[in-house]
């Protein structure tokens, strides 16, 4: 089965740095896309970041541009999110999500169960 | 800015066919899809290139697209199908882009 588990989440001051992760299984994670979405308490989908089976394409949205960092190892399965100067409007749950690009535009057919990310001091 | 617009709530009662709409301008030229969203979950695809059902989803759900209107229609509503429902598509540079999301009610 496929399985995406994300982790890292947690309360960090205004300013501060954190780090996600998602762990995958159940399928070859060096064959797709790999993306980030959050939902801040009672809102809705925010995309992100993206960046593609080899690392060569990533993008941002302009909310977290310069300030957060996706990256990913196909060697350990995982995807991370890297993110500096973090803002109370980071606060937010945070999924990973496998991308489907057999279509225009892409989306997304698994999602991870979600990590909390809480700005606050 | 590009938008994909949803009204914020629907409410039909069980047995009754539920209508979500997801306007957006660049939606002749470009699929749109649909996550559904259960309190406390993660989202989950339920429609995918405007009106195909992954396997697993209920005949009950299907999706339509006209012009700058995609819709998503559940018909035969039922309880278990209360939730939030985002429809996903991309703004003119190509970044994904979610509609606001529909709180579905079923009284």
């Known amino acids: 089965d496929v399985q995406l588990v994300e982790s890292g989440g947690g309360l960090v001051n205004p300013g501060g740095s954190l780090r996600l992760s998602c762990a995958v299984s159940g399928f070859t994670f060096s064959d797709y896309n790999m993306d980030w979405v959050r939902q801040a308490p009672g809102k809705g989908l925010e995309w992100v970041s993206s960046i593609s089976t080899q690392s060569g394409r990533i993008s941002y949205a302009d909310s977290v541009q310069g300030r957060f960092t996706i990256s990913r190892d196909n060697a350990q399965n995982s995807l991370y999110l890297h993110m500096d100067s973090l803002r109370a409007e980071d606060t937010a749950v945070y999924y990973c999500?496998?991308?489907?690009?057999?279509?225009?535009?892409?989306?997304?057919?698994?999602w991870g169960q979600g990590t909390l990310v809480t700005v606050s001091s | 800015s590009y938008d994909l617009t949803q009204p914020a709530s629907v409410s039909v009662s069980p047995g009754q066919t539920a209508r979500i709409t997801c306007f957006g301008d660049a939606l002749p030229k470009q699929y749109a899809y649909w996550y559904q969203q259960k309190a406390g979950q993660a989202p989950s695809l339920f429609i995918f290139?405007?009106?195909e059902r992954p396997s697993g989803i209920p005949e009950r759900f299907s999706g339509s697209s006209s012009g700058t209107t995609v819709t998503l229609t559940i018909s035969g509503v039922q309880a278990e199908d209360e939730a939030d429902y985002y429809c996903?598509?991309?703004?003119?540079?190509?970044?994904?882009?979610f509609g606001g999301g529909t709180k579905l009610t079923v009284l």
């Open positions: 996903q598509s991309a703004d003119i540079s190509g970044s994904t882009l």
């Open positions: 999500a496998r991308v489907v690009e057999t279509a225009e535009p892409y989306y997304f057919d698994y």
């Open positions: 290139k405007d009106s």
